[in-house]
């Protein structure tokens, strides 16, 4: 009897000892499977006659790109200086070599590539994407627009179709309410695009009109006489029709110019767009954390 139980006893610990070793082998594969469903992707610059419009789209592609999951966005900056040592250019990457010479260095496993032409009253715009270890285009979209201020909305919509605003979504109530974390730089090549980091903080009234603030810590780059730079958002407004934010950026400091920003909401958690500041302009993008 006791030999039965033994027995028993063997056999009901083998099978659990199984179970669990299936179940964690399943677990760790779709886990496994999951990571490496995710594509590293580079955004180069865009194919465009005016080099700020192509680094503008390059940027918007970027944003809506970081709001999809299946893509994990290398920074640009950082793709720029990789290209930049291996007197690579950041557009104009065509033939295999070549692209699977950036993949290589970059780390990418995916390029991003664009351009933006006009023909007659139309803006006309060509997305892809291709696969760096087989060169094959993976995506492919195209679609027109009527004025530059439509073309964020878009991008957004070629590169996720199915975020498209349809049926009754369309009149959804958009907010951009919350905080939110950004970058802005300096496209200037003799200020090596100095890039600063920024905490906004958004509240939005029910006639679009809109104020905050803003915090800066400092950045390498910036002239150490502050710790954290602190502004205000005034003169600011929302456009919830063509999901456009226009504000300017006041510093607490004296003898600090006030800044004018213009951004576009390009998905429901991200804006991009650019700043001025007298002859010195730059772009900017910020997410929403909550």
Known sequence: MNKLLLAAF???VCFFTVSSVDAGGKNFQDKTEKSTSIKRIAVLEFDCNDKTISKMLAEWSISVLMDNQD????ERMLLRKILEEQTLGLSGVV??????????ISGASHLFF????????????????????SAETTFAQRGSAVDLDTIPDLLA???NPQKDLQG???????SINGLWEGFFQYDDPSKGYIKGDFTMNIKQNEDGSIYGDINEPWSPGFPRAYEVFRSTISSARFDKVNKRIIFTK??????????DYVGTLVSDNV??????IGSYTGSWRAIRKN
């Open 10 to 12: 063997f056999a009901l």
């Open 71 to 74: 893509y994990k966005v290398i």
């Open 95 to 104: 033939d295999e070599a070549t692209i699977a010479k950036v993949g290589k």
């Open 114 to 133: 664009g351009a933006l032409g006009k023909m007659g009253q139309k803006y006309l715009i060509t997305l892809k994407i291709v696969d760096v270890n």
């Open 157 to 159: 919509s070629l590169i």
């Open 168 to 174: 009754s979504q369309k009149d959804k109530i958009v």
């Open 250 to 259: 006041k510093y607490d400091l004296e003898g600090y110019q006030p800044i």
């Open 271 to 276: 804006i991009t767009g650019r700043w001025n």
